[in-house]
């Protein structure tokens, strides 16, 4: 059954799940995922802990415990998903080993109200860190404006970080930038520069719902064409721009100082088109020194059916950047796309916090009041 998931990482990518909850843990499936699945990493975000905690599903002697200390809600959010954090970084710790801390990685994310803070993502991205306590941790970063200064930073006091919400191609280019500055400032600190690991993570089907909404209101049979082709043709435009970067003398130096290059990672691809192929923002774009982070949905789908046929990103960039430009032609402003997707990227997740604060919170009361989470 695991077969297509076996020659995709055989070609280079490694699967890593989007998706943790507590019910992961304890019932093993995390670890049998990583043992039949191939999958060798974990990422998390907002609203996947919010999904995860409000079912309430092994949470409640965590939080009975967090209610009796009386603690703020925001405390109770951070130790309880720092904790599901620290457990699945355990159960990946032999894959972190095996791989020389390049993949066995579970990400956890800033506080997505203080996107446009540099100061306090510095902030909450060190004690996140701590909290963790683990080596196999990424900060999970927005590829914000302010994120920017911030990633730098991050990575210059040898912490390694997940850069997420990025949309543009010149918003990945500014992210690579900020990685290698901030290796440098770390190299002239004199941080080992091989422990620090990091991953961009490239928003694929997000670009096609929104294109496609657009395409679908020009309507003719150009922009009908077109539909279901930007998302994969901006990704691998984004493998191209990475390529040029860590083929730079400015990487070379760092390279040469013992660092790993910060790969992209494909992001957001469960395919939100029924009339697509679920396993289309997998399948095609498979390239060398790349991850792709599944829902256990996708991740189904391509050990059931997906034909991996190797790389499928070396060689497109004419043609992917063919399809951009008849977008453009069609009247769709790529840059106000780009911009509008990270504008709603960070709106969402902030609202998803919320709503796991407003969770927490309840269930917080239910114990102080005597009752239960149930």
């Known amino acids: 059954m695991s077969d297509a998931l076996k020659q995709l990482s055989d070609a280079g990518v490694a699967i890593w799940l989007d998706d943790l909850s507590r019910k992961r843990l304890t019932t093993g499936n995390l670890a049998e995922l990583v043992r039949d699945k191939h999958v060798v990493g974990v990422t998390t975000n907002p609203s996947i802990f919010q999904k995860a905690i409000g079912s309430g599903d092994g949470y409640e002697d965590q939080v009975k415990d967090l209610a009796v200390r009386e603690v703020t809600v925001e405390e109770a959010v951070r130790m309880i998903t720092t904790a599901d954090v620290r457990e699945a970084a355990d159960v990946l710790r032999p894959v972190y080993d095996s791989s020389n801390g390049r993949d066995g990685r579970v990400s956890i994310e800033v506080d997505p109200r203080l996107a446009h803070s540099t100061e306090a993502t510095i902030a909450e991205a060190k004690q996140l860190a701590w909290l963790v306590d683990r080596p196999n941790t990424l900060i999970k970063i927005p590829a914000t404006r302010a994120g920017l200064p911030a990633i730098t930073a991050v990575l210059a006091e040898g912490i390694s970080v997940n850069v997420t919400l990025i949309f543009s191609l010149e918003r990945y280019k500014a992210v690579m930038d900020a990685f290698l500055t901030g290796l440098e400032q770390a190299k002239a ?103 792709n982070t599944m829902p256990e949905a996708t991740l189904d789908a391509v050990a059931d ?39 709603e990227g960070v709106e969402k997740f902030e609202v998803s916090w919320k709503e796991l604060l407003g969770t927490v919170q309840a269930t917080l009361e239910s114990f102080v009041k005597g009752g239960s989470s149930k």
């Open 305 to 343: 059916h997906g034909v991996v046929r190797g790389d499928t990103i070396s060689g497109t960039y004419a043609e992917a950047q063919a399809v951009l430009d008849a977008v453009e032609k069609l009247g769709i402003s790529y840059d106000d796309v780009v911009q509008l997707l990270e504008d």
């Open 189 to 291: 600190k004199g941080i080992d520069l091989s422990g620090i690991e990091s991953v961009a993570s490239f928003f694929v089907s997000r670009v096609d719902t929104e294109i496609d909404k657009r395409l679908t209101k020009i309507g003719t049979p150009e922009a009908e064409a077109l539909k279901g082709k930007s998302a994969i043709a901006n990704a691998r435009l984004a493998y191209q721009a990475y390529e040029e970067v860590f083929s730079s003398d400015r990487w070379k130096a760092l390279e040469a100082a013992g660092a790993k290059p910060q790969r992209p990672l494909w992001a957001s691809t469960g395919v939100k088109d029924p009339a697509y192929d679920d396993t289309m923002y997998v399948v095609d774009l498979v390239a060398p020194g790349t991850v």
